[in-house]
């Protein structure tokens, strides 16, 4: 079983950056995809970005060309950097992992979850 564990959060001026990182402990997920997804009071679990075993990326409209997905060599550990940040982007983050994620951008086809960690955003 694959835990997935978040950690990079916090508070941040509008324009900034942060880098989210989601190390896995448990198994190795070999052949997972990792995704990143975020949440708000007033929203459901929204997609960001998400990275297969094998480097292919993908990413939410709002957050194409500000963030960036990758993965470390021993492919423990996903980061997303996230830059020229807004307002909008404040949220709770939680990585998810899944060997065969029917549905890429669907929260409910992730098996594994973390915890979350809160983004804030000052304007």
């Known amino acids: 079983q694959v835990q997935p564990v978040e950690s990079g959060g916090g508070l941040v001026q509008a324009g900034g950056s942060l880098r989210l990182s989601c190390a896995a402990s448990?198994?190795?997920?070999?052949?997972?995809?990792v995704a990143w997804f975020r949440q708000t009071p007033e929203t459901g679990r929204q997609f960001v970005s998400a990275?297969?075993?094998?480097?292919?990326?993908l990413y939410a409209e709002s957050v194409r060309g500000r963030f960036t997905i990758s993965r470390d060599d021993a492919k423990t550990t996903v980061y997303l950097q996230m830059n020229s940040l807004k307002s909008e982007d404040t949220a709770v983050y939680y990585c998810?992992?899944?060997?065969?994620?029917?549905?890429?951008?669907?929260?409910?086809?992730?098996?594994?979850w973390g915890q979350g960690t809160q983004v804030t955003v000052s304007s």
């Open positions: 990275i297969s075993w094998t480097g292919t990326t």
């Open positions: 998810a992992a899944d060997a065969r994620p029917l549905n890429y951008y669907d929260p409910q086809k992730y098996d594994y």
């Open positions: 448990g198994r190795t997920p070999s052949g997972y995809w």
